[in-house]
């Protein structure tokens, strides 16, 4: 078999819904690029909060976060590495207009930084529960341009709050809803998606088009999904993901879906 590309989302996909990777999934992937292929995750976290995950799989593959603005090498400074961007401004501007556009916590990061406006309980994973001086977002400290915003938004308020941001800023940011049960917006800079993290995956190692194989299951996996040669959608995406599917898994994240599908599809068992 010719040597595969495989990207993986991990929230729906490659995690459960206690957002682990179960020792099914671990088995099937390790197998996997013992096989030859190269494993990738490309992810709309952070960074900070999937490494963990690169971590526990022993990858060695560049990673993709923040929906395709960042591509690196965890652990390691490596010359092909990549950071998109836009304008520090914007947060500056945003954080200004908080209260009207009603948004609770305001986030910008990069591969090596990650500024809050105030501490947050109420989702630990995606924004700090406590914050030092130097970790306040504000002009002190925010020198850099961002890779990516993260905002806990009013659920009652969202469709104004995208409204609003979209006219204002629309020209230099795209902006994505968060596809989970909390009304978190994710900006990153315009154009750029997880198919672009892809496309710089497949240049990189020489690997065909036709030879990607990309699993998701929501919204920001879909120019990945449409750009990859096979398209694999979870059987608990969202219905437009399945539309754009060439296949959708038979079993959930929550059944070790991604797992069962390429065992068979790479024939590993």
């Known amino acids: ?28 992937l390790t197998k996997a690029t013992a096989a030859g292929h190269i494993v990738s995750i490309v992810t709309g976290r952070p960074n900070r909060i999937s490494e963990n995950y690169y971590d526990f799989l022993g990858l060695k593959s560049p990673m ?3 929906n395709g603005a960042v591509g690196h090498i ?19 501007e945003i954080l200004a207009a908080k209260e009207q556009l009603g948004i609770k916590v305001v986030a910008a990061e990069g591969k090596n930084m990650a500024l809050a406006d105030v501490p947050n309980t109420v989702i630990d994973d995606f924004f700090p529960v ?17 890779s990516a915003m993260t905002m806990l938004v009013d659920k009652l308020q969202l469709p104004k709050t995208v409204s609003a941001l979209e006219e204002n800023f629309g020209d230099k940011i795209n902006v994505g809803v968060w596809g989970g049960p909390n009304p978190i917006l994710e900006l990153s800079p315009k154009g750029v998606n997880k198919a ?3 496309k710089f995956l497949a240049d990189t190692f020489k ?13 920001n996996d879909a120019e990945m999904i449409d750009y990859a040669g096979w398209g694999v959608v ?8 399945k539309a754009l599917a060439n296949d959708i898994t038979p079993l959930t994240n929550k059944e070790d879906g991604l797992a069962h599908y390429l065992e068979e599809y790479l024939k590993l068992a």
């Open 234 to 241: 979870m059987q608990n995406g969202t219905d437009k993901l």
């Open 64 to 66: 993709i976060n923040f």
């Open 196 to 198: 672009h993290g892809v």
């Open 1 to 28: 078999m010719e040597q595969k590309l495989i990207a993986i989302d991990l929230d729906g996909t490659t995690l459960n819904e206690n957002s682990q990777i179960t020792p099914k999934t671990k088995e099937v």
């Open 207 to 219: 690997i065909d088009r036709k030879n990607i194989l990309a699993f998701g299951d929501e919204h």
């Open 74 to 92: 965890p652990h390691q400074t490596w010359d092909k590495e990549y950071a998109l961007t836009f304008n520090r401004d914007i947060a500056f």
């Open 130 to 146: 406590t914050l030092k001086a130097n970790e306040v977002l504000n002009k002190i400290n925010l020198q850099e341009n961002p």
